[in-house]
């Protein structure tokens, strides 16, 4: 287990609101414990500094709903939703979730049409809340999101399409990469990650088992309902 990491599989771990982040996997190809609904896509809720931020909407609203009323949190308790890229397996239950709160939306700048009231489209390096970064769109294909905490800088990606290098080295300007959260799908340059403390692939990673093979100290296996305290 990477040092200072906590993993909890419920919803009452040793998080404090405002006193860490959490990381909750709320959609994902697989899951963590009975009750919860797989399906192919990623959506996992950010929560730091006392704010709560949904990373991706998963395929399918439904889905994403049940997930979430099974893991206790409150669609209407989210203060803004990031979009990485627009597949559907990242968007699919964006207007599910809008319709229960109209929040704020994050989308990269290749939107395809997701425009609107209440959506703000980033087309560089963003702050958009302290010390909480978008990348904004790397390659014309897909953000991430980067947290800033003070051992490091906590990455979370929706499947990796720029590549993990360039989204790590993107890191780099707001601070040293701690952690990789998200779907990496075909990344197999494993020296680039053999700094980071932890690493959790999720969604349409390819490679899980040599990265885990390879990191095991670092590795978290990911599914809906793994949760993870830094």
């Known amino acids: 287990m990477p040092l200072g990491v906590t993993v909890d599989k ?3 771990g040793l998080f404090q609101k405002g006193g860490g982040m959490k990381i909750t996997i709320v959609y994902d ?3 963590s414990k009975p009750g919860l609904r797989p399906d192919w896509g990623f959506s996992c ?3 730091v500094f006392g704010k709560n931020v949904l990373f991706d909407t998963g395929a399918n609203g439904s889905i994403l709903l049940h997930n979430m009323k099974k893991l206790e949190i409150d669609p209407r308790e989210i203060e803004e939703i990031v979009i ?3 597949h559907s397996d990242h968007t699919g239950g964006l207007s599910d979730l809008l319709d229960i709160n109209p929040v704020a939306v994050y989308v990269p700048s290749a939107h395809r049409g997701m425009a609107g009231e ?3 489209v980033v087309n560089q390096p963003t702050e958009i809340r302290g010390d909480i970064f978008l990348t904004g769109e790397l390659k ?3 953000q991430s999101l980067y947290v800033k905490t003070q051992r490091g800088l906590v990455v979370i990606a929706g499947c990796s ?4 290098r360039t ?3 993107g890191a780099s300007q707001f601070g040293k990469p701690l952690a990789l959260i998200g779907g990496l799908h075909g990344f197999r340059d494993f020296n680039v990650i053999e700094d980071l403390e932890l690493i959790c692939p999720a969604h349409c990673t390819q490679f899980k088992s040599e990265i885990s093979s390879l990191y095991p100290e670092k590795y978290i296996k990911a599914g809906v309902g793994t949760v993870i305290e830094i």
């Not at 399409?161 to 993990?164: D, K």
């Open 161 to 164: 399409h720029p590549g993990v």
């Open 29 to 31: 190809n697989e899951v």
């Open 140 to 142: 014309g294909i897909e």
């Open 10 to 12: 419920s919803r009452h």
């Open 45 to 47: 809720l950010v929560e």
């Open 167 to 169: 989204i790590l080295e």
């Open 118 to 120: 209440g959506f703000i």
């Open 84 to 86: 990485s890229h627009y």
